[in-house]
């Protein structure tokens, strides 16, 4: 079964203060660290499973700038044969434009698949819809939020969908088909900086993301400013050393009488 | 004629409280709401709409995307296309907002919450929730929406003393995927929706070995220890003790909340909480916003003298 595989460099932000331009035009990512998309470590290492049960092989693909050749290289070191790095300049914030692109080189460049996969959604952008918008523009079935895949048949799949609260919907899914894989499938492997090293050696190849734009694949938002969230009223914040703030938040816990 | 369609969003015969939103957003709008539903009755005030449509699809049939598309089809056929379509920001929501977008060749925007009615511009988070972005469409088209919950609920009004019932027959694409079960998660002895006092930690614990360490912290205490989705994750805590919108929602007496950002999600399932209190070592993190205290930290080095003065 060969699998194409997306991925995605984005910054992590969780502990970052970030700052907005002035005109709130643009938000200032230049000291922020840079990784692969978490999901996409539970994309790639699905289907490096199924190619060691199944056979097959697995091909990387990232849209984005240069430095998205980082995520190729942990992908390659994760098990995938190849990568394929879609050059563009500037980010494309339209999950439309990025699904148009993807389908376009996919196409063009006649990279053949049994399965697509991606994560469910990217952690910069948080728009999850990228694989889905490709699936109904290849015209292929699709499901998003992947949580397990119990069985491999000939033309079709039986998979795990998550849904809200703990349930879970289990559907059988024709093949081909594009699936955005959830967190929490399987435990991505350990990717050493010398397996980093090795997949280094392995070839990737270079596009440009102008061959891939004919057809319609403009954008079809604009982000016009970048602004902070509300304010709401916020935490009181408990103030002093730390041993003064934990005898405060027992304080608390006491005064709620949770606590004897 | 101009008018928003919404899609709503029923599970296991329940309509999702998350729809209100859905209501919310098409009242701003002001024009025409038209309701997009499943077969079957469900308690839904009929006054929100204008205009109800049912499909002849069971629910595990309708909230499949490549059902939901035909029958937009139909919908379109009969009514002409709506200026919006919008849906849940859920797993089935979301899922099917990405096809509708894709099928249709349509704009879409995500968890959106909120609106600039003078720019015609939707509000929609980015970067862990540290930011918002406000967006356009670039085109004149319809655009798909799906809608964070919490954000338009109290927008709701009654519009009409009884609206339009109209039916379409919606064919099926049984042989690209098809339902088969829910599958429920397994029953544990420990329910954290019981507890009266939760521990919850999150990312930030940074290490499996801490993790006995905030079970014993959590028995002196006589709290549960709950936690976030990246903990369930890596598999540090089993996924029954998992808060947010993919685990259980809570409503203890006291949430401790250890390390945990506050992504959206996670907020969905504890914001009811009587007291929140926040530990995190990021004073922007937006859990602070929905706690009622918080504290700067390492939540490690916390957690020792917690348990150092608690023992003392």
């Not at chain 1, 563009?88 to 697509?116: C, W």
């Not at chain 2, 338009?152 to 064919?171: G, L, N, T």
């Not at chain 2, 504890?270 to 602070?288: L, R």
Request: hydrophobic share 35%; net charge negative; proline share 4%.
């Amino acid at each position: 079964m060969d699998i194409v595989v997306l991925t995605k460099r984005v910054p992590v932000t969780q502990e970052e203060e970030l700052k907005i331009a002035q005109d709130g035009s643009s938000v200032d990512l230049s000291r922020v660290p840079f990784r692969m998309n978490d999901w996409d470590n539970y994309a790639i290492e699905e289907a490096v499973r199924i190619c060691e049960r199944h056979g097959g092989a697995i091909t990387g693909v990232s849209i984005g700038d240069m430095e998205s050749d980082e995520v190729l290289r942990r992908a390659i070191a994760m098990g995938a044969k190849d990568g394929c790095l879609v050059e563009t300049k500037g980010i494309i914030q339209d999950p439309f434009m990025r699904a148009s692109l993807i389908k376009n080189f996919i196409e063009k460049e006649g990279i053949s698949f049994n399965v697509i996969f991606g994560g469910v959604q990217a952690e910069d952008d948080q728009f999850g819809v990228t694989c889905g918008i490709l699936a109904a523009m290849l015209k292929l079935p699709f499901s998003s939020m992947v949580i397990g895949i119990d069985e491999i048949q000939e033309n079709h799949m039986i998979l795990r969908r998550e849904l809200e609260g703990g349930i879970q919907e289990r559907i059988k899914i024709k093949t081909p088909c594009v699936l955005s894989i959830q967190s929490g499938i399987n435990e991505p492997r350990y990717v050493s900086i010398m397996g980093i090293r090795k997949a280094s050696k392995v070839e990737r190849k270079y596009f440009k993301a102008e061959q891939y734009l004919e057809g319609g694949a403009g954008s079809l938002i604009d982000v016009t400013r970048w602004f902070y969230p509300p304010k709401k009223e916020g935490a009181v914040m408990l103030q002093g050393e730390m041993e003064d703030t934990c005898r405060q938040l027992l304080g608390i816990l006491k005064e709620k009488g949770v606590l004897q | 004629m101009s008018y928003t369609l919404i899609i709503t969003e029923i599970r296991r015969g329940q309509f999702e409280e998350r729809n209100l939103d859905l209501f919310g957003l098409s009242h701003l709008m002001d024009k025409p709401t038209y309701v997009l539903c499943p077969e079957g009755t469900y308690p839904i005030n009929e006054k929100w709409a204008d205009v109800i449509i049912t499909t002849g699809l069971k629910e595990e049939e309708f909230l499949m995307p490549m059902n939901i598309c035909k029958a937009l089809e139909k919908v379109f056929e009969r009514f002409n296309i709506s200026d919006e379509i919008i849906l849940t920001h859920s797993s089935s929501g979301t899922e099917c907002a990405s096809y509708i977008s894709g099928y249709f060749a349509l704009p879409v925007i995500t968890d959106v919450n909120g609106i600039n009615k003078d720019s015609n511009g939707f509000y929609k988070s980015y970067y862990s929730d540290k930011v918002y972005g406000e967006f356009v469409t670039t085109t004149p088209n319809t655009i798909v929406l799906t809608v964070r919950s919490g954000s338009f609920k109290d927008k709701v009004k009654e519009k009409s003393e009884a609206p339009k019932k109209e039916k379409i027959d919606a064919p099926l694409a049984e042989d690209e995927r098809s339902f088969i079960e829910y599958v429920e998660e397994e029953k544990t002895e420990i329910d954290i929706t019981k507890a009266e006092m939760l521990l919850s930690i999150g990312r930030g614990v940074g290490n499996k070995d801490e993790i006995p360490s905030y079970e014993e912290l959590a028995g002196i205490m006589n709290a549960t220890l709950s936690c976030s989705r990246p903990v369930v994750d890596k598999l540090w805590l089993p996924k029954a003790r998992q808060v947010g919108q993919s685990g259980k929602t809570v409503r203890p007496k006291v949430y401790l909340a250890m390390g945990i950002s506050g992504a959206f999600q996670h907020i969905t399932g504890m914001k009811d909480s009587e007291c929140i209190i926040a530990v995190n070592k990021d004073p922007e993190a937006p859990i602070f916003q929905y706690a009622h205290y918080g504290i700067v930290g390492d939540m490690n080095k916390i957690k020792d003298k917690l348990k150092e003065l608690l023992k003392a």
